[in-house]
């Protein structure tokens, strides 16, 4: 239903009325943190300002949810929001949105989706998808998103394509405690995975990133632990003290 009065207002509006200003708008959001009722926690539900659980701070966030037509919408202006993790292990984090750009004048259909920066990190897992005839939602509620791109190819009128959504999530291990902040932007990020969605009209980018922060994290590959220390040490003077005793 959302396509087909999305395309009816782009074929009036393209039709009798001037071309507007370009607005990216937010037609849905929720965040995954250990899957704990996503349906309920932390996801749109058309209140403002949003239900969030304590875990989730988006007060870096523009929630503000796309107008019904003919509102003039105004640009989303993005943002971030940073999930905080106690200590426990094979945690999971995801971000789930659905962004339209150009909307005033390409409406919800005419958007092309991408990644950057791959193949994703060990751990990392992200899915675009059309949001009206996918599972993307599903696999996203459901901690199982599935590393596939089906709309990777903008399509214009008659046949338009796409309507784009995306989710990007994260499993990790936290031995005290961590953050995963997620960030959209019209700017791409500097380097790292992350995914890209563009309108085939007029070129307008935005992306969508993650960054993990831990505290008091194990110790790095390859360097042991103290008591392992502890033992090498005790070994290597073993080791001295024989090699003076044969040479004596």
Known sequence: MKRLFALLAVV???AVLPQCA???VLQDWCFNVNGVSVLTYACNQGIMPPVLGAAVNGSGFDFSLAEAPPNVNVDNTLGSVVVTLGP??????????????NYDNSGSFQDSGT???GPAPAGVTWELDDPNTSNIFTD???????NTNNVGTYSGPPDVC????????VNL????SATVTFTVSKTAPASGFYLEQTNGIDGETIYLSESVQQQGGPNPPGVPEPGTLSLLAAGLAGAFLLRKRIAA
Do not use: H, R
Request: proline share 0%; with cysteine; glycine share 8%.
């Open 12 to 14: 009036f509006a393209m």
């Open 22 to 24: 370009s607005a990216v």
């Open 88 to 101: 426990g292990m094979s945690q999971y984090v995801a971000a789930y949105m659905d962004y339209d750009l």
């Open 115 to 117: 990644t950057v920066g």
């Open 140 to 146: 996203f509620a459901n901690s199982a998103l599935a």
């Open 162 to 169: 796409c309507d784009v959504a995306w989710a990007l999530g």
């Open 173 to 176: 291990d936290v031995a005290t």
